[in-house]
């Protein structure tokens, strides 16, 4: 799946199944989760339901959305680290609700990062984005149907930054591996001769992590894994390579799967280790 290919219409409903076709990944149970396309363009799916535990304000052109952790004082890390970086380095935020006993999950538009303020609830710290409606999206909802549920959005120009990934030189990476996890060593079928594997960065490309876009710097994942290293759950012994994940016992332990011609940067797997694994 390619974003400029993707069709979402603001109002409609989606299923776990719509989604998963329309996406080309399923959902994970998170309220924020980070993805990516055919292209290694990193976007970010919003989900939050009336039904849920946040407690989440959704009316209005802008409103509050609670960060991700149930339990404890919420942290800077995972999905929470993502969003609160889309205020400089904006990306794309695809927003769900879902009402009361809904089935489905209403898409409510893309949505840009207003701010981000960490405030007491039930004597926890969690984080509340201030999030944008962005105007162009909204627009296309049938304002009859929704205006008893959300209030007409305010006007507001931004500007978008993209990062310009070398797309030539993942792809030849993943052609080296032929589309197989270095983590767990599987290959994803795309199509009947056809794999299909992730780029990801070690140290994260754009502000504030600035890290390189070259091979030493990348591995090529299958999407779960690529999401763990993402949520920080996975790191990596950057002397003799050796997998630490934090709840995966199949690979916890396991040497990571290096082609001898791919040499990667054993200061950005301990950069990874340092400032992105959380547990």
Known sequence: MKLAALDLTPGDAYDASDLRDLFDRGMTGRGIEICYDADEQRYLRLFSADTGPYDDDVTGGQFHYVGEGQTGDQTLTAGNRYLADARSNPLPIFFFHRRGDASGWEYQGRVDVVSVDPVESDGRRVYRFTLQRRTETRERIDRAEAASDLDAPERVETTRARVVRNSAMIRRLKERYDATCQVCRARRRQGPTSGYA???????????????????????????????????????DPDTHVIAHAYDADVDGRELFVHEDHELDAAALDYHNREIADF
């Open 198 to 236: 992730e780029g990801h960065h070690l140290r994260p490309l754009g502000r504030p992590h600035d890290g390189p876009d070259v091979a030493e710097n990348v591995l090529v994942l299958c999407p779960n894994h690529h999401a763990d290293f993402d949520y920080g759950t996975v790191a990596v």
